[in-house]
């Protein structure tokens, strides 16, 4: 570990550690254009010049470039090392075409930063500025090249971080552009991240143009609630409508940056739609009387003809709450789940991760192997496939097992295998690269038990099985969303299988929504939203209560929905969204979003994290006011403020009295379940969040059964319900600026299936199910499965009226 | 689309090389010599054959002073304006050609035989200040010398088309 002086102050480094990097550890800031530590040094920009007083090469040299070694002795304040930055920043500007006052960077602008403190203030260049035409990069990112400081940073974080290829470097010398061939939307979808990485205001966030400096905004904490992954970020309020947000900097979680659904899917909270009254039969009352209308009438009911929904979107502190009401009424409930297949996958992801074996998103960059069961990560977890390109980039073999045409942004190996044989690939594998030698017990019996005759069904190359023997490092990551629940215990038992053969093996789970963790712990398997609803259709449930879910949106069976819908007598809405459900409520309750109540979600490795609430409340400034300056009215409260934390109102339907304070209703957890016993506070929950105590207990180690891949009993076509990067996460189809970058509708099928159905790729195909055709678009996969049908959770598409399997016959071209 | 012939030429050639990409620079070059500068459409299709995106080659397109992006005259005149053809004299050498073809830099004349443009050292600074035309070095540079050369472009030019 070398030790050395900057400005006259010794520090000890990790060897290989940058001098710029040694510098921050000393609390000492020096300037920086191409530097970015998720980017690495390349000392294109020279502003982080230093002189080194004592060293292998005295002199001005670039801190970025600079290795921190043993006796090294560094300047910043150096005299010549000041002055040379001066001039490099003086060279910077000379084109810059000055134009802060219009500009969305100023305020939180590198380069200003930098020009102020490198003490440049008078242009001596009398000569005409460069200029370059802009181009519209799409609905999220604003382009204005004249700002350009040729740091490279764009370029360098597109193409080589995220492996996307349409963004880059054109042109030469003082003609050097960044951009495309022509202007287009941006095809990355971690293309929000040039406005957080450009130093200056060449990329912008475009949604939130115009809207206020950085020190107008409520600038608040917060978590990602978009999937599962728990991103950070910051979000930005202004005039009580959120505005903006940005990633947060985690080294255990998301590292520097975060995917566009995430950064983009917060407009939901200041919609000028979104429902601020409480209503009873559709008609605008107080929110104390619809809450004494809707009691009134739950009491007049038997405890178990009420029903509640829940969903893993809202909060822990919701869930909880929501569970203790329906305990305490006998109401029956609360459903978290579509169904039990759902809820046993959940369940089986939240027992089976183990202290030892789980990794966190941070993490995976350092795997050497990886194999991805079932799992599609651009579609269902965007960052993830990000941290699978860093491992890629640093060597890692990536192997995907899954029926779907999956794409990631660097090259790997796709094994596409039909749902019920991933389970037999995986074993197939594992018997392989593992010797069963130095195995001992459960182990060797599970090894023993693994599938190793390769004429029984599909098999990963033999490559793959070579690799993972080599591996050190290997991480499973298995989906939730199209495996069955013995896959997801397979994978667990995968993993540990790697860990009794000596190697470091991690598992990662991906889970459906942002807060399924919590919502595996809380939830009963004998109730899920379609035994409910089926009670309901069947006329058991008088009364049902939905918090926070929209089944519309949620739930796969339409017909069964409408039936339930049609039969009771009471539908209580607790929301914050404007849905179809809740426009059918007969007492509507509108409930706080997270930014407004703030909230605690539990990660899918477990890892539970607070969201602080952003703001009050209440209606943006920019409505009240009509876009001008809001009404001159005086009183106290603020206008649109009735939505209480859904939590708070399902308890008071229930009849109790909650207090007010957030924090109190965390004694609730441990009654729900053990695991959330003995939580901090939140403000003594770590920066990173806390990872749950995971359990290690042996006895459902290796007990997961490998049931022999079925020979197809029938000829039918499994449907296979899908996730996309845009327009399939609930909350963020809610985002109009996201709206352009949703899929078309279409249903993928196999080059093999196409063919002996007769359809060619683009043809317009008619379905028809038992509720009438759906006509779409095929897409031929080459890629993908046979006998599936990939089909998006797409609004556009009636994707709930088809079920789960199709016939043949019912396939036709429209 | 590219003829054929061109096409069928170039794929066979990128299929002998391990790495298509080595090849974009020879590729670029021959779609040129068929039709003059690269457009979008060709920049596309001759991507397309390398394995890399549009962006990427025009990423080199671009970099590279010998390829155009858009249509250029009959005759690419070059003129260096680095240092040393500098105090040698580049200037009015520049506003002489200038004023002679009646185009400022980067532009090319009305009848489509001359384009002018800047290039930054062309190694013949021994006989500076010099000029390309179309990729033949021209050097110490007068007023005289750049008439005889335009004049004798245009002369060759006018044969070409009295013959067809």
């Given at each position: 570990?070398?030790k050395?002086i900057?400005?006259?102050r010794?520090?000890?480094?990790?060897?290989?550690?940058?001098?710029?990097?040694?510098?921050?550890?000393l609390?000492?800031?020096i300037?920086r254009?191409?530097?970015?530590p998720?980017l690495?040094s390349v000392?294109?920009?020279?502003?982080?010049?230093v002189?080194v007083?004592?060293?292998?090469?005295k002199?001005?040299?670039?801190s970025?470039?600079?290795?921190?070694?043993?006796?090294?002795?560094?300047?910043?304040a150096?005299?010549?090392a000041?002055?040379?930055?001066?001039y490099?920043?003086e060279w910077?500007m000379?084109?810059?075409?000055?134009d802060?006052?219009v500009c969305?960077e100023?305020g939180?602008?590198l380069?200003?930063?930098?020009?102020?403190?490198g003490?440049?203030g008078?242009?001596?260049?009398?000569?005409?500025k460069?200029?370059?035409?802009?181009q519209?990069l799409?609905?999220?990112?604003?382009?204005e090249?004249?700002r350009c400081?040729?740091c490279?940073?764009?370029?360098r974080f597109?193409?080589?971080?995220c492996?996307?290829?349409?963004?880059?470097?054109?042109?030469?010398?003082?003609?050097t552009y960044?951009?495309?061939?022509?202007g287009g939307r941006?095809?990355?979808p971690?293309s929000?991240?040039?406005?957080d990485?450009?130093?200056?205001?060449?990329?912008?966030?475009?949604?939130?143009?115009?809207i206020?400096r950085?020190?107008?905004y409520q600038r608040?904490p917060?978590?990602c609630?978009?999937?599962?992954?728990?991103?950070?970020?910051?979000?930005?309020?202004r005039?009580?409508?959120?505005?903006?947000?940005e990633?947060?900097?985690?080294?255990?979680?998301n590292?520097?940056?975060l995917?566009d659904r995430?950064r983009?899917?917060?407009?939901y909270a200041s919609?000028?739609?979104r429902?601020?009254?409480?209503a009873?039969k559709?008609?605008?009352?107080?929110?104390e009387?619809a809450?004494a209308h809707?009691?009134?009438?739950l009491?007049?009911?038997?405890?178990a003809?009420?029903?509640?929904?829940?969903?893993?979107r809202s909060s822990t502190?919701?869930l909880?709450l929501?569970e203790?009401a329906?305990?305490?009424r006998?109401?029956?409930?609360?459903?978290?789940?579509a169904?039990v297949?759902?809820?046993?996958?959940?369940?089986?992801?939240v027992?089976?991760?183990?202290a030892?074996?789980?990794?966190?998103l941070?993490?995976i960059?350092?795997?050497d192997?990886?194999?991805?069961?079932?799992?599609?990560?651009?579609?269902?977890?965007?960052?993830?496939a990000?941290?699978?390109r860093?491992?890629?980039?640093k060597?890692?073999?990536?192997?995907?097992v899954?029926?779907?045409?999956?794409?990631?942004?660097?090259?790997f190996?796709?094994?596409?295998t039909?749902?019920?044989?991933?389970?037999?690939v995986l074993?197939?594998?594992?018997?392989k690269?593992?010797?069963?030698?130095?195995l001992?017990?459960?182990?060797a019996r599970?090894?023993a038990?693994?599938p190793?005759?390769?004429a029984?069904?599909?098999?990963?190359?033999a490559?793959?099985?070579?690799?993972l023997?080599a591996?050190?490092?290997?991480?499973?990551v298995?989906?939730?969303?199209?495996?069955a629940?013995e896959?997801?215990?397979l994978a667990?038992?995968a993993?540990?299988?790697?860990?009794a053969?000596?190697?470091?093996?991690?598992?990662?789970?991906?889970?459906?929504?942002?807060?399924?963790f919590?919502?595996?712990?809380?939830t009963q398997?004998?109730s899920t939203?379609?035994?409910?609803?089926?009670?309901?259709?069947e006329?058991?449930?008088?009364a049902?209560?939905?918090v926070?879910?929209d089944?519309?949106?949620?739930?796969?069976d339409?017909?069964l929905?409408?039936?339930?819908?049609?039969?009771?007598?009471?539908l209580?809405?607790?929301?914050?969204?404007?849905?179809?459900a809740?426009?059918r409520?007969h007492v509507?309750?509108p409930?706080?979003?997270?930014?407004?109540s703030?909230?605690i979600?539990i990660n899918q490795?477990g890892r539970?994290?607070?969201s602080?609430?952003a703001?009050?409340?209440?209606?943006?400034?920019?409505?009240?006011?009509?876009r001008?300056h809001?009404?001159?009215v005086?009183?106290?409260?603020?206008?649109?403020a009735?939505?209480q934390?859904?939590g708070?109102?399902?308890a008071?339907?229930?009849?109790?009295?909650?207090?007010?304070?957030?924090?109190?209703?965390r004694?609730y957890?441990?009654?729900?379940?053990s695991r959330l016993a003995?939580?901090p506070?939140?403000?003594r929950l770590?920066p990173?969040?806390?990872?749950l105590?995971?359990?290690?207990i042996?006895?459902?180690?290796f007990?997961?059964?490998l049931p022999?891949v079925?020979?197809?009993?029938?000829?039918?076509?499994?449907i296979i319900?899908t996730?996309?990067?845009?327009?399939?996460?609930e909350?963020?189809?809610y985002s109009?600026?996201?709206?352009?970058?949703?899929?078309?509708?279409?249903?993928?099928v196999?080059r093999?299936?196409?063919e002996?159905?007769g359809?060619r790729?683009?043809d317009?195909?008619?379905?028809r199910?038992?509720?009438?055709?759906?006509?779409l678009?095929?897409r031929v996969?080459?890629?993908?499965?046979?006998?599936a049908m990939?089909?998006p959770?797409?609004?556009?598409l009636?994707?709930q009226t088809?079920?789960?399997?199709i016939?043949?016959?019912d396939?036709?071209?429209? | 689309?590219?003829?054929?012939?061109?096409?069928?030429?170039?794929?066979?050639?990128?299929?002998h090389v391990?790495?298509?990409?080595?090849?974009?620079?020879d590729?670029?070059?021959?779609?040129q010599?068929?039709?003059?500068y690269?457009?979008?459409?060709a920049?596309?299709?001759?991507?397309?054959?390398?394995g890399?995106?549009?962006?990427?080659?025009?990423?080199?397109?671009?970099?590279?002073?010998?390829?155009?992006?858009?249509?250029v005259?009959?005759?690419v005149?070059?003129?260096?304006?680095?240092?040393v053809?500098?105090?040698?004299?580049?200037?009015?050498?520049r506003?002489?050609?200038?004023?002679k073809?009646?185009i400022?830099?980067g532009e090319?004349?009305p009848?489509?035989l001359f384009?002018l443009?800047?290039?930054c050292?062309?190694?013949?600074?021994?006989?500076s200040?010099?000029?390309?035309?179309n990729r033949?070095?021209?050097?110490e540079?007068?007023?005289?010398?750049?008439?005889?050369?335009?004049?004798?472009?245009?002369?060759?030019?006018?044969k070409?088309?009295?013959?067809?």
């Amino acid at each position: 570990m070398p030790k050395l002086i900057i400005d006259d102050r010794e520090i000890e480094v990790a060897t290989g550690t940058k001098v710029i990097e040694a510098a921050a550890q000393l609390g000492i800031s020096i300037p920086r254009f191409c530097y970015h530590p998720a980017l690495g040094s390349v000392g294109a920009c020279r502003v982080c010049a230093v002189k080194v007083l004592e060293g292998p090469a005295k002199g001005i040299q670039m801190s970025c470039m600079l290795e921190a070694v043993d006796g090294m002795q560094v300047s910043t304040a150096d005299r010549e090392a000041v002055e040379f930055r001066r001039y490099v920043i003086e060279w910077l500007m000379m084109n810059h075409p000055h134009d802060c006052p219009v500009c969305d960077e100023g305020g939180h602008c590198l380069l200003q930063d930098m020009t102020v403190s490198g003490g440049h203030g008078l242009r001596r260049f009398p000569g005409k500025k460069r200029t370059y035409p802009d181009q519209d990069l799409g609905p999220l990112v604003q382009h204005e090249m004249n700002r350009c400081i040729h740091c490279y940073r764009c370029a360098r974080f597109y193409q080589q971080f995220c492996g996307y290829r349409d963004l880059g470097v054109l042109g030469i010398g003082n003609r050097t552009y960044f951009g495309r061939t022509a202007g287009g939307r941006l095809e990355s979808p971690f293309s929000g991240n040039l406005s957080d990485i450009c130093p200056t205001g060449v990329f912008t966030d475009k949604p939130s143009r115009f809207i206020g400096r950085r020190w107008d905004y409520q600038r608040t904490p917060t978590v990602c609630i978009h999937c599962s992954l728990g991103c950070h970020a910051v979000t930005s309020v202004r005039y009580r409508q959120v505005a903006r947000q940005e990633a947060r900097m985690s080294a255990a979680v998301n590292g520097w940056f975060l995917c566009d659904r995430g950064r983009y899917g917060f407009f939901y909270a200041s919609r000028a739609d979104r429902p601020r009254q409480a209503a009873i039969k559709g008609e605008t009352a107080g929110m104390e009387e619809a809450l004494a209308h809707a009691r009134s009438r739950l009491e007049a009911l038997a405890p178990a003809a009420v029903a509640v929904i829940g969903s893993p979107r809202s909060s822990t502190e919701v869930l909880a709450l929501t569970e203790r009401a329906a305990r305490l009424r006998g109401w029956r409930g609360p459903a978290f789940f579509a169904d039990v297949g759902a809820a046993l996958k959940v369940k089986a992801a939240v027992s089976r991760l183990e202290a030892g074996l789980a990794v966190s998103l941070g993490e995976i960059d350092q795997a050497d192997f990886i194999l991805i069961v079932g799992a599609d990560p651009i579609n269902e977890a965007p960052m993830l496939a990000l941290a699978l390109r860093q491992a890629a980039q640093k060597g890692a073999g990536v192997w995907v097992v899954d029926p779907r045409p999956v794409s990631l942004p660097f090259e790997f190996a796709h094994i596409p295998t039909a749902p019920k044989a991933l389970g037999a690939v995986l074993g197939r594998l594992l018997r392989k690269s593992i010797e069963p030698a130095g195995l001992d017990g459960p182990a060797a019996r599970f090894h023993a038990s693994l599938p190793g005759d390769p004429a029984s069904g599909p098999e990963l190359p033999a490559r793959a099985a070579e690799l993972l023997a080599a591996s050190r490092r290997p991480i499973i990551v298995c989906g939730t969303g199209i495996v069955a629940a013995e896959w997801v215990e397979l994978a667990a038992d995968a993993a540990l299988l790697l860990r009794a053969a000596q190697k470091k093996a991690g598992l990662f789970y991906v889970l459906a929504e942002a807060n399924a963790f919590a919502a595996g712990l809380l939830t009963q398997l004998d109730s899920t939203t379609d035994r409910v609803l089926k009670a309901a259709a069947e006329g058991d449930i008088q009364a049902l209560v939905l918090v926070e879910n929209d089944p519309f949106a949620t739930f796969p069976d339409r017909r069964l929905l409408e039936q339930a819908l049609a039969r009771i007598e009471l539908l209580i809405v607790l929301d914050y969204l404007d849905t179809p459900a809740s426009r059918r409520a007969h007492v509507f309750l509108p409930t706080q979003t997270l930014y407004e109540s703030g909230g605690i979600f539990i990660n899918q490795e477990g890892r539970v994290q607070y969201s602080a609430a952003a703001f009050a409340g209440g209606t943006p400034v920019r409505e009240t006011g009509g876009r001008d300056h809001p009404p001159r009215v005086y009183g106290s409260g603020l206008p649109g403020a009735a939505p209480q934390p859904a939590g708070q109102l399902v308890a008071r339907l229930a009849g109790e009295e909650i207090p007010i304070d957030i924090r109190a209703q965390r004694e609730y957890f441990s009654e729900q379940a053990s695991r959330l016993a003995g939580l901090p506070d939140t403000e003594r929950l770590p920066p990173d969040g806390l990872r749950l105590a995971l359990r290690n207990i042996s006895a459902e180690r290796f007990k997961s059964m490998l049931p022999p891949v079925p020979a197809a009993e029938s000829d039918d076509i499994e449907i296979i319900l899908t996730e996309r990067t845009f327009g399939t996460e609930e909350l963020s189809t809610y985002s109009a600026c996201l709206e352009t970058l949703e899929d078309e509708t279409f249903a993928g099928v196999s080059r093999q299936d196409a063919e002996a159905l007769g359809i060619r790729d683009g043809d317009r195909i008619a379905i028809r199910t038992e509720n009438g055709a759906v006509e779409l678009a095929a897409r031929v996969c080459d890629n993908m499965a046979a006998g599936a049908m990939m089909i998006p959770r797409l609004r556009r598409l009636p994707w709930q009226t088809l079920g789960k399997s199709i016939r043949r016959r019912d396939i036709r071209k429209a | 689309m590219l003829p054929k012939e061109i096409k069928d030429r170039l794929e066979g050639e990128i299929k002998h090389v391990e790495h298509p990409r080595e090849l974009a620079v020879d590729v670029m070059f021959a779609i040129q010599d068929h039709y003059g500068y690269l457009s979008d459409e060709a920049l596309a299709e001759a991507a397309s054959m390398l394995g890399m995106t549009p962006l990427e080659l025009d990423e080199l397109a671009t970099f590279y002073t010998f390829t155009f992006r858009e249509p250029v005259g009959k005759y690419v005149i070059h003129v260096c304006d680095s240092v040393v053809c500098w105090m040698n004299g580049y200037e009015p050498v520049r506003d002489y050609l200038c004023r002679k073809l009646g185009i400022a830099l980067g532009e090319t004349t009305p009848d489509g035989l001359f384009t002018l443009l800047p290039v930054c050292c062309i190694g013949y600074c021994d006989r500076s200040p010099a000029m390309l035309v179309n990729r033949r070095v021209h050097g110490e540079l007068t007023p005289e010398k750049i008439d005889a050369i335009v004049e004798k472009c245009r002369h060759k030019a006018g044969k070409e088309v009295a013959r067809y």
